[in-house]
């Protein structure tokens, strides 16, 4: 029989496995043998070298208690051994009743700390109902990244520009800030962790998020798009936090730097020029406001490339139905693959950049077409002007033959 530990809102079996090989997890299931959510924790205490598994029941009732153990070279097969039962009988729920967000066993493996929300799988929206945003903070060793995403918890899709995380280096710790979509009721906020030698990142916890009504709610946003050298260089975005700047303001940039002594600023893929009177501090706070000449908001930025990728799709499809005698890629395959794991797909006259730039042979191509691509020095720059390259360079055969 489990009880509630004394002052805890949790009841808490210890478990010794005899070598550590072995990875333990467990359920908790109500009198109906229904599982409940957030109802267990079982982690591995490195300091005791014992298993620590937690129950915490949401209602009154007799529970259920069942623990699994497997072989970590078994870990990954859908299933485990049931190896041991208990019952945990509540009478009475406590004063503060607690639930546990879903963890993976990456978790335990990058030795990462929840520093907020305590004791809860559940996000709260801030005090402050005019705050476009929630926040969950980690805390994790110094060779680890986290990142994350917001998705509709009934059709998991991801919310676009729904997440940002900073790197708070005063704290040390990562500010996860999430932003719901106006569309959507309730949400599963996913954090993900890699140490930074590795290629891929992990699962490693996931909350609730139920969002307040619309007439609670007055402001809504969307962060401002942030590639994976951002949180590998531990960067801490403080001002703007909108995605979506207004034509004609001042917009005010402060970001904290690691490492770097040189900030440029593009816009409109206009390099601006350097500033004197801003730049690097000795703390690696960058700061710098600018007058806003903006053509485009983000949201007139994100559509015209929604275009532009449509039709590059369009092209590529033509490419291989009417061009194909005369526009011939062979097979190529960048060695470190990081264009694809940044960048997705490539369509179209992405591909004749890629090829150009890492290939030593020499596709049929426009020569007209071939300077241009030559001048794009990175695909983000190439993809940013995409919808404007003359459209004569896309479907006719005879383009393709000078």
Request: hydrophobic letters at 35%; glycine letters at 4%.
């Amino acid at each position: 029989m489990v009880t509630y530990e004394t002052g805890q809102s949790y009841g808490e079996i210890l478990i010794a496995t005899p070598n550590n090989d072995i990875i333990l997890s467990a359920s908790l299931h109500d009198v109906s043998k229904t599982s409940i959510e957030g109802g267990d924790f079982v982690y591995f205490d490195r300091d005791r070298n014992l298993w620590r598994c937690r129950f915490a029941p949401q209602k009154v009732g007799n529970h259920t208690i069942l623990i699994f153990g497997c072989k970590k070279d078994d870990s990954k097969r859908s299933t485990s051994n049931c190896t041991v039962e208990f019952t945990f009988d509540i009478d009475h729920l406590p004063a503060t009743p607690i639930s546990y967000p879903l963890t993976w066993s990456h978790f335990f493996d990058y030795q990462l700390e929840i520093i907020k929300p305590v004791n809860t799988r559940f996000i709260d929206w801030p005090p402050d109902k005019n705050s476009p945003y929630c926040e969950i903070l980690v805390r994790s060793p110094d060779d680890v990244y986290v990142s994350a995403k917001i998705a509709d918890s009934v059709s998991s899709k991801t919310i676009e520009n729904g997440d940002l995380i900073n790197f708070n280096s005063q704290e040390s710790l990562w500010q996860c800030l999430f932003a719901p979509s106006m569309n959507y009721s309730s949400y599963k906020l996913t954090l993900f962790a890699k140490r930074f030698n590795e290629n891929q990142s992990n699962c490693v916890a996931q909350f609730d998020f139920k969002q307040l009504p619309k007439s609670t709610l007055q402001n809504y946003m969307s962060f401002p798009l942030t590639y994976t050298p951002f949180g590998e260089a531990k960067c801490h975005l403080f001002e703007p936090l909108d995605g979506i700047l207004k034509r004609g303001s001042k917009i005010k940039f402060r970001c904290r730097i690691p490492g770097a002594h040189v900030v440029s600023i593009t816009v409109d893929g206009q390099w601006l020029k350097d500033d004197p009177a801003s730049g690097m501090d000795e703390n690696h706070l960058f700061q710098r406001e600018i007058q806003s000449t903006i053509r485009q908001t983000m949201t007139e930025l994100r559509d015209n490339y929604e275009k532009a990728q449509r039709k590059l799709e369009t092209a590529d499809a033509n490419f291989k139905k009417k061009c194909s005698t005369l526009v011939e890629i062979p097979q190529f395959q960048h060695s470190s693959h990081t264009l694809l794991q940044q960048n997705g797909q490539l369509y179209g006259l992405e591909k004749f950049w890629v090829f150009l730039k890492y290939s030593r042979q020499k596709p049929k191509i426009n020569r007209k077409l071939e300077e241009i691509l030559k001048n794009y020095k990175n695909l983000e720059d190439f993809r940013f002007d995409g919808a404007s390259f003359p459209q004569h360079f896309f479907l006719t055969k005879s383009n393709y033959s000078n």
